[in-house]
């Protein structure tokens, strides 16, 4: 029933735990699939009735999913949700913003430690997100392709012998598969290298994006860096350059780190002692600010200059100041001056009594 709360809302999702490899630069690895069905309209030119029988090859996938899959998958129609658990999915990166727009005729499948996710009739018909904590893209990749096997057992798929899977955007055709990390470089944006290191990443066909993916804003100093193209390339080789690319930028924000450090370490305490003296006294807090104090509070952890606070008080701070989370865990709808007041009372309970 339309205006229930699904599960999703109540969880962390498993990235959140902040483990694996050089998590104290890559927040997250996430692998896409993109796969449509064949012999239906991919989603900009399909009717009603094809999207309708998306839907219901989505719920049938997901329940045998939930059959030779370990753990839970629950489908959730979109048209079933309000639109703050829509934008709840949103907020905690399971789904795209893309995905709210036609939600009258979508839906997600989602697991039960939310590491995988399917968007149906998004800009193709399946959409399958596998996120895990760190520089992980090898188990993502992993996991991802066990799901995909399973679909394909239940589900036909358009696929050409010479071209691949066939997806809506041609930048996707061949392996559909997107690659993307987020990572964390206030280093590189505190020493003005950000954009030769951005400059550098296109070079090498990777693509920087923010917080929500394409067209987004980078938001405390967090980037989303991907792989540009799927056509000519096995999804073993795409994960493994990616890989590469990844562990530069790591050895690039950790050895600016040091540097800023060595250089002027009162400066850089101070600015992360102010970051935590506002973060844990503030009476209005907008999300914008927000982001920065806390990327600046992440840095001060990683330094070891906050040495007390977890790096997981990070991570679910920037999912839960989001404004629907604000708003789902008030219980009622809030104005932007009431969220203000909410937000900076969650920072100091959460970042003083962990």
């Given at each position: ?191 003005e290298m950000i954009d030769s290191v951005i400059s550098g990443l296109s ?152």
């Open positions: 029933m339309r205006g229930e709360e699904p599960d999703f809302v109540r969880r962390l999702s498993r990235w959140i735990e902040g483990n694996g490899s050089a998590s104290d630069i890559v927040i997250s690895s996430r692998v896409r699939l993109a796969r449509n069905l064949k012999r239906v309209p991919f989603p900009p030119v399909m009717e009603r009735g094809d999207a309708e029988e998306v839907l219901e090859a989505a719920e049938g996938a997901a329940r045998f999913l939930q059959c030779r899959m370990e753990g839970n998958y629950d489908y959730y129609p979109l048209r079933d949700m309000t639109e703050l658990h829509q934008w709840v999915l949103v907020e905690k990166h399971l789904i795209s913003p893309q995905l709210t727009k036609s939600s009258a005729l979508s839906g997600v499948t989602v697991s039960e430690d939310e590491a995988v996710s399917i968007m149906v009739n998004e800009e193709d018909h399946f959409r399958i997100q596998c996120l895990f904590p760190g520089l992980n893209l090898r188990e993502a990749w992993e996991t991802a392709d066990a799901v995909d096997d399973v679909l394909e057992e239940v589900v036909s798929y358009a696929y050409d012998e010479k071209l691949g899977y066939l997806t809506t955007c041609p930048t996707n055709l061949g392996t559909g598969m997107r690659v993307s990390v987020m990572t964390h470089l206030p280093g590189l944006v505190m020493s070079k090498v066909g990777a693509v920087v994006r923010g917080l929500y993916g394409e067209g987004s804003e980078a938001q405390g100093n967090l980037f989303q860096i991907s792989n540009r193209t799927t056509l000519g390339h096995d999804e073993a080789t795409i994960v493994e350059d990616m890989s590469a690319v990844l562990r530069e930028v790591v050895q690039k924000e950790r050895s600016i780190r040091e540097t800023i450090y060595r250089r002027d370490r009162t400066s850089l305490e101070d600015k992360v002692y102010r970051a935590h003296g506002l973060l844990t006294n503030a009476r209005m807090m907008s999300s914008e600010e927000a982001m920065q104090l806390l990327s600046m509070l992440r840095l001060g952890i990683d330094m070891n200059i906050l040495s007390h606070i977890s790096p997981v008080v990070f991570q679910e701070l920037t999912i839960r100041m989001r404004p629907s989370m604000i708003q789902r865990e008030a219980g009622e709808s809030l104005k932007p001056e009431q969220r203000d007041v909410r937000r900076a009372t969650l920072m100091r309970e959460r970042i003083t009594g962990q």
